[in-house]
């Protein structure tokens, strides 16, 4: 917690430098551009169960119902505008984006996964609403996704201001850049438990090297805050802490003060609110041929990471992309390998502390469930963070719900291997292949230790229909003993480029 003031420290420095180094000749050629992405797409389903396998319907923003058969159409429309022209060259930006997705079928419905709004100056923004979002030092494309922000959940709405990408500090000539927000957000009043859940957030990462440099280091952390909302466990009157000064500890990572509003003991001698994040560290080797990425996350939620004792636990993955390939029947132009360990969670012990250990013992760290929010690390019953660490409800057909939090099983380790290349020189193709271990938690171990195999395929090209048109399918399949067994697949249609520049 101290690392992460001293660079919340830093993050709001960073956010008052906005003048970049260059002379004024040379900074007013600078044309700074937005990339938008506006498609309409339609797409079916189908399973053998009336289950969605795994990788059809995770880590896609939740918008992919969990059941089928189904039918979808999906619509987004998102453009920016200059606020000045001239030598100025877009420094001002105004734009926004809306995402409209309609499911038919057993689980319909009319879901509205992006609607935002956003202010640009130079590499910064303030934006409003729901934006699709990655956060951490992971591949967002053929991983598994980030362990604490994975884009499994649709996103959830909140008011951020930080860069766009890595900003260069000054006076380094770029040798050093930065990344960095700060979010409040809104979690939904229909949870199970809680209700009136607020988001805060906040992650700082840095860069050595240059954009063009060979190689790179990168580090920072992420964190998140579940705080202020209501729950009938471990409070006052069913009221988690507000107020100013809360808001402040929180920030920090500080425990409660009973000098501020009427805090009990629980929050005296944890921390105010559910807190959780990574601290990252990356890799990246560049040859004129193709690009290596290093990377791996750690997990915090208490103290276990700052005593060293959960460093078994985390993400690591190693990304590799092909810049040169040439039109081969077939190719293979990019490959993701990573592990995932959740199972030692600082050990089976925790306590807030004894005459015999007066710091406590800090284990059990029981990721992704919280004593006062025990509908847990989730949005509309999907996990936010990596979908391996799996909803209670997507289990408890064959493993008994863990009392009444929200998963029954963040005890796993995951192998998973993704593909992408090339078939036929027009064809894209793509596979994602996962193999699980799960233990269940500490306090509800699994009978045996389950194990899972999901897999998925998809193959992609264009064909001549409505000026151009992309063709997409997969074909997937979940084998093992955690879900059933369910083979299932996809067919759609995407057109893509609905707004000009």
Do not use: C
Not at 305 to 318: E, P
Not at 352 to 381: C, E, H, K, M
């Amino acid at each position: 917690m101290k690392l992460i003031s001293l660079s919340l420290a830093f993050l709001f420095s960073a956010t008052l430098i906005t003048k970049s180094h260059s002379q004024n000749n040379i900074q007013s050629l600078i044309e700074y551009k937005d990339s938008t992405n506006s498609f309409v797409e339609v797409f079916g389903m189908a399973s053998s169960t009336s289950r969605t396998p795994f990788w059809i319907q995770t880590n896609q923003f939740g918008i992919v119902p969990k059941t089928g058969p189904a039918g979808s159409i999906n619509i987004q429309l998102e453009q920016f505008w200059s606020l000045n022209g001239g030598e100025k060259k877009n420094k001002w930006r105004i734009g926004g984006g809306i995402q409209a997705v309609g499911n038919m079928g057993k689980d319909a419905k009319f879901l509205l996964p992006q609607v935002h709004g956003s202010l640009r100056f130079k590499n910064w923004e303030l934006f409003v609403g729901r934006r699709k979002q990655w956060i951490g030092l992971a591949d967002s494309t053929l991983g598994t996704g980030s362990y604490v922000w994975s884009g499994n959940a649709i996103p959830i709405p909140k008011v951020q201001i930080g860069t766009i990408g890595f900003v260069s500090v000054p006076l380094t000539k770029g040798w050093i850049s930065f990344n960095t927000f700060y979010s409040e957000g809104m979690f939904e009043n229909s949870r199970p438990i809680t209700s009136k859940l607020k988001l805060h957030q906040k992650a700082f990462y840095l860069r050595i090297g240059k954009t063009s440099s060979k190689f790179k280091l990168y580090g920072g952390f992420n964190h998140q805050v579940q705080w202020g909302g209501n729950s009938p466990y471990e409070t006052i009157d069913g009221k988690m802490p507000t107020g100013f000064g809360n808001y402040v500890n929180l920030v920090i990572g500080r425990s409660g003060d009973a000098n501020v509003g009427r805090e009990n003991y629980f929050d005296n001698h944890n921390r105010v609110g559910n807190h959780l994040g990574t601290v990252d560290m990356a890799m990246e080797i560049e040859t004129y041929s193709n690009s290596w990425f290093f990377y791996r996350q750690n997990i915090y939620e208490d103290g276990s990471l700052f005593a060293l004792k959960n460093v078994a636990d985390g993400l690591n993955g190693i990304r590799f992309r092909s810049k040169n390939f040439y039109g081969s029947n077939f190719s293979i132009y990019e490959a993701n390998i990573e592990f995932l360990y959740t199972k030692s969670q600082g050990g089976s012990e925790f306590n807030y502390g004894d005459l015999d250990a007066p710091r406590g013992i800090l284990g059990r760290d029981n990721y992704f469930n919280n004593t006062q929010v025990r509908d847990g690390w989730s949005y509309y019953d999907r996990t936010i963070g990596t979908p391996f660490i799996t909803p209670t409800s997507d289990t408890q057909w064959k493993y008994p719900k863990y009392a009444d939090s929200f998963t029954s099983n963040n005890r796993v380790s995951v192998f998973h291997i993704g593909l992408k290349g090339t078939l036929l020189q027009k064809v894209i193709w793509s596979t994602k292949l996962s193999y699980s271990s799960n233990e269940g938690t500490y306090d509800a171990p699994f009978a045996s230790k389950p194990t899972q195999f999901s897999g998925l395929i998809t193959m992609q090209g264009k064909i001549n229909l409505f000026g151009g048109t992309i063709l997409k399918g997969s074909v997937a399949a979940d084998l093992g003993e955690l879900y059933q067994d369910t083979y299932g697949f996809t067919l759609g249609l995407r057109k893509e480029g609905l707004l000009s520049r």
